[in-house]
Nanobody
Framework: QVQLVESGGGLVQAGGSLRLSCEAS????????MGWFRQGPGKEREFVAA????????YYADSVKGRFTISRDNAKNTAYLQMNSLKPEDTAVYYC??????????????????WGQGTQVTVSS
C-alpha cells in the first residue's frame, strides 16, 4: 500500500505561482512513475503532467505546457508541480498519482495505481 499526501495548494491571484508537493510512502519511490491530474468545478478529472520512473522525460497537457513543471526528489520521496503564470481556469483540485510495478504512467487515470486526497488551487482574476 502506498500513501500519497499532497500539499501546497491555496488561493493565488492570476499571474502568480504555487508549488505543489506530493510525498509518498514506501521505500521504492524511485521506481514510481508520477503524475498530476486536476478536476475543476463541474468537470471531469484531467491529465496535467507526468514523469515516468525510468527516464527524465516529462509530459504535459497542452493547456499547461510552458507554465507548469513536474519534478521529483527521490531522496525525499516527493514529487512536485511548479505552477507559474496561473490563470483562473487553472482553478481545480489537484491530485498526484503513482504508477508502480515498472509501469510508465501516462495521461490516463487508468494508468495509475494510487492517488492522493487532493489539494485545492484557486486562482482569482
Amino acid at each position: 500500500q502506498v500513501q500519497l499526501v499532497e500539499s501546497g495548494g491555496g488561493l493565488v491571484q492570476a499571474g502568480g505561482s504555487l508549488r505543489l508537493s506530493c510525498e509518498a510512502s514506501g521505500r521504492a519511490f524511485s521506481t514510481y512513475s508520477m503524475g498530476w491530474f486536476r478536476q475543476g468545478p463541474g468537470k471531469e478529472r484531467e491529465f496535467v503532467a507526468a514523469m515516468p520512473w525510468s527516464s527524465s522525460s516529462t509530459y504535459y497537457a497542452d493547456s499547461v505546457k510552458g507554465r507548469f513543471t513536474i519534478s521529483r526528489d527521490n531522496a525525499k520521496n516527493t514529487a512536485y508541480l511548479q505552477m507559474n503564470s496561473l490563470k483562473p481556469e487553472d482553478t481545480a483540485v489537484y491530485y498526484c498519482a503513482a504508477a508502480l510495478f515498472g509501469r510508465p504512467g501516462g495521461t490516463s487515470n487508468h494508468e495509475y495505481d494510487y492517488w492522493g486526497q487532493g489539494t485545492q488551487v484557486t486562482v482569482s482574476s
